[in-house]
């Protein structure tokens, strides 16, 4: 089976990310590393997709910059949304081939990825027809949207991906209209379970459902020994590190 490298980062601004991906993205196109699994976190940002418009943001992205958040244009697909400390964000380096070549079937993964993730820390989610992303609750205006979903493509290998709101600060959405869903409502693990939730159980849950659904043997690497094997994402390794019981064990690929 093949392997899929799953690397815990830490918090990295969304840029430097970014810039990490591309390296990566080449890198797999290449056929010089497996497919790879980043998990990580941002500082407060604001990212707008390419079908994204002005009416999202409208305070105006000046209103949003002076309260700490910064904003950023982004090549996935999808509208505007959030990222945070506290939020979990999965940016996986995939070769479609084994796929078949099909995004859809790429994507219906990732639902089941975080759909069977959250259900093994007992939160129900599901997707819904006509509606981005993952829900807990049933269709709005009751149901809530706990998870989304952002890809792009180039040369058959993928970057961007899917985020899930674990103990994050719920109200920078609210400033918003995620996803370009009028009224949607947004929820996280914590607040769905009401109890105290860290990354460090889902980043779990992820790794093993990933490998699971999209048929990998996962491997657990550091950012540094990824780095070493792709030098221009070694901006990665400078992250600010999770906290010991976040971050989790890794093997070396050296």
């Known amino acids: 089976m093949d392997e899929v490298w799953c690397v815990r980062v830490g918090q990295v601004p969304y840029d430097d990310a970014r810039s990490a ?10 056929g010089e590393m497996p497919d790879v699994l980043l998990l990580l976190e941002h500082p ?70 975080m759909i069977s993730s959250l259900g093994d820390l007992r939160v129900e989610a599901e997707v819904i027809e006509g509606l981005t992303g993952v829900w807990v609750g049933g269709r709005p205006p009751q149901g809530r949207k706990i998870g989304s979903i952002g890809v792009h493509v180039n040369k058959g290998v993928t970057t961007h991906g899917f985020a899930i709101n674990v103990d994050n600060d719920l109200q920078p959405f609210e400033w918003i209209v995620p996803c370009g869903i009028d009224g949607c409502r947004m929820t996280s693990v914590c607040r769905e379970l009401g109890t105290e939730h860290g990354i460090a159980t889902l980043i779990d849950a992820v790794t093993a459902r990933f490998a699971e659904i ?3 043997r996962s491997v657990e690497v550091t950012a540094g020994d990824l780095a070493e094997k792709v030098p221009e994402a070694e901006v990665l390794a400078m992250a600010a590190p999770w906290p010991a019981s976040e971050a989790g064990a890794a093997a070396s690929i050296r």
């Open 21 to 30: 991906q591309k390296a990566l993205e080449r890198a797999r196109q290449a």
């Open 44 to 113: 407060p940002v604001y990212t707008k997709g390419r079908r994204s418009n002005p009416a999202e943001l409208p305070m105006g992205e000046d209103w949003y910059r002076m309260q700490g958040i910064e904003v950023t244009e982004t090549d996935r697909g999808g509208l505007v949304t959030y990222h945070g400390p506290g939020q979990l964000v999965g940016y996986p380096i995939v070769d479609l081939k084994p796929y078949g070549g099909d995004v859809h079937e790429y994507i219906r993964r990732m639902e089941r990825v």
């Open 214 to 216: 999209y048929e990998r």
